[in-house]
C-alpha cells in the first residue's frame, strides 16, 4: 500500500451529484479528485436499457450544460451520454472502478483507503465528499434461496428472458418497466407484490400499460403476496388464497436499495434512526471535520427524497459561499419532490 504525496479535494463517487460536486470546486479553482467503484454514472448504468427518465431534462442538467433530448424525457443511454460529455467538458479528474474502503489516520492526519483492481492505496485529502448514493445495497429479503444464481436485484436486457418464466418481486417502477419489457420478448412474467395496490408514484405511462396486460392475462400479477422461499426451479408464494408455488427461470427482487451503512459506521460517521448521516444542512460537513455528504447519502434510508433534481446542488453548499448556500436552499424548494422510485 503506498501513500500517495499530493493533497486533493477528494471526491467519492462519480454519479451526478458528485460529478456536480466536483464542478463546483473546479469554478472555485480548485482540481478536485473524482473516483468511482464503477463507471462514470454507475448507477444509471445499472437502469433498465432503454428506461425513460420520470424527470424532464433541464432538472438534471449539472454545471448549466443543456441535456437535449430526442423525446419530452431523456433515456437511459442520453442521460449516460450527456454525463460523460459533462465531465469531458469540465475536464474532470476521474478515477474509475476505484473503492473507497475506509479512512486511515496516519501522522499527517486522515487519508482514504481505496482499493483498485491491482491492490489498495491511500489517498491524502484536503477535503472528502462522500457521493456515493444507494444502488449498490439492495435491500434483501432475507429468504432462502436468495443467493441463487439465477435470483437479481438489478434489471437486466429483456432480450436475455426470450422464452423464460420470470417472476418479478416488487412494485415500483423498476418493477413494472421490467415485467412489461419481458413480457414484450415473449417472456411468461408473474410479478409478486406485497401490497394491495402499485406506488402512487409508479410512472403515469407504464401504469395503464401494466394494469391492461393484467386484466387480458398477459402477465400475471400477486398482490398483497409475499415471497417465501426461492428454489433453483419455482417461487413460493403465500397469496390471500393459500400457497402457490411458481415456476422460476429467473427471479428479479427488485425491492429497494439502500446507502452503505457499513462503509459510514466504518469510518466514523454518526447516524440518526433512519441512517441519515448527521450534518450541518448549510455546507452538508459531517460530524467528521472534512468530510461532506451530497445527494442521495444525504437521506440515508429515505431514498427518494433526495434524487437528482433537488440534490445537484450540493456541491454549491459544500464549495459556495453563503450566498451560493441560499440560492441552492431555493433552487432545493423550486424541485418538486419525491419521484420514487
Ligand atoms: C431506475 C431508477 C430511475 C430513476 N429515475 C430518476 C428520475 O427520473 N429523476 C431523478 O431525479 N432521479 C431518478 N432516480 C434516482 C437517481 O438515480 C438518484 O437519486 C441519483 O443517481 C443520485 O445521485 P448520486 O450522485 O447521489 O448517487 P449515484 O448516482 O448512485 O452515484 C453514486 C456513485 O458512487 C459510487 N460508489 C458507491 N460506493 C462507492 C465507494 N465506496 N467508493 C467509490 N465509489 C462508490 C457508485 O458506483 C455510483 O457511481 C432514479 C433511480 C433509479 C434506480
New binding site residues.
Given amino acids: 500500500m503506498t501513500p500517495s504525496q499530493q493533497e486533493t479535494d477528494l471526491i467519492?463517487?462519480?454519479?451526478?451529484?458528485?460529478l456536480a460536486c466536483a464542478i463546483s470546486a473546479r469554478r472555485r479553482g480548485l482540481d478536485p479528485l473524482v473516483?468511482?467503484?464503477?463507471a462514470i454514472?454507475?448507477?444509471?448504468v445499472?437502469?433498465?436499457v432503454g428506461?425513460t427518465?420520470?424527470?424532464t431534462p433541464e432538472?438534471?442538467e449539472i454545471g448549466g450544460h443543456p441535456l437535449v433530448c430526442s423525446g419530452a424525457k431523456p433515456t437511459r443511454e442520453e442521460a449516460l451520454m450527456y454525463y460523460r460529455g459533462v465531465a469531458r467538458a469540465e475536464q474532470l479528474r476521474i478515477r474509475p472502478y476505484?473503492?473507497?474502503?475506509g479512512l486511515v489516520r496516519d501522522g499527517r492526519g486522515l487519508s482514504a483507503q481505496v482499493a483498485t483492481r491491482i491492490g489498495e492505496e491511500r489517498i491524502q485529502y484536503s477535503r472528502l465528499v462522500l457521493?456515493?448514493?444507494?444502488?449498490?445495497h439492495p435491500n434483501l429479503l432475507g429468504i432462502p434461496g436468495e443467493d441463487l444464481a439465477h435470483v437479481s436485484h438489478y434489471a437486466v436486457e429483456a432480450h436475455l428472458l426470450t422464452g423464460l418464466q420470470v417472476v418479478i418481486i416488487g412494485g415500483k417502477?423498476?418493477a413494472i418497466e421490467l415485467a412489461l419489457q419481458a413480457y414484450r420478448v415473449g417472456a411468461r412474467v408473474t410479478l409478486v407484490h406485497r401490497r394491495a395496490t402499485l406506488k402512487p408514484s409508479v410512472k403515469y405511462w407504464l401504469r395503464p400499460d401494466f394494469e391492461n396486460r393484467v386484466a387480458a392475462g398477459e402477465i400475471t400479477a400477486h398482490f398483497e403476496s409475499t415471497v417465501e422461499t426461492i428454489t433453483p426451479t419455482t417461487v413460493i408464494v403465500r397469496t390471500p388464497n393459500g400457497k402457490q408455488e411458481i415456476p422460476a427461470d429467473r427471479v428479479f427482487a427488485l425491492t429497494g436499495?439502500r446507502p452503505?451503512f457499513d462503509?459510514f459506521r466504518r469510518i466514523g460517521l454518526a447516524l440518526d434512526e433512519e441512517g441519515r448521516p448527521h450534518h450541518d444542512p448549510a455546507t452538508l460537513e459531517t460530524n467528521l471535520p472534512g468530510v461532506y455528504v451530497?445527494?442521495?447519502?444525504t437521506a440515508g434510508r429515505l431514498i427518494s427524497e433526495?434524487?437528482?433534481?433537488n440534490?445537484r446542488y450540493d456541491g454549491e453548499k459544500i464549495y459556495g459561499d453563503s450566498a451560493s448556500r441560499t440560492k441552492a436552499e431555493s433552487d432545493y424548494g423550486a424541485s418538486p419532490r419525491p419521484?420514487g422510485?
Fill in positions: 467519492i463517487g462519480a454519479g451526478p451529484i458528485g473516483i468511482d467503484a464503477g454514472g454507475q448507477s444509471i445499472r437502469y433498465p428506461m427518465f420520470f424527470t432538472r438534471l476505484t473503492t473507497l474502503v457521493a456515493t448514493g444507494y444502488f449498490d417502477n423498476s436499495y452503505d462503509l451530497a445527494g442521495s447519502v433526495i434524487f437528482i433534481e440534490g419521484i422510485e
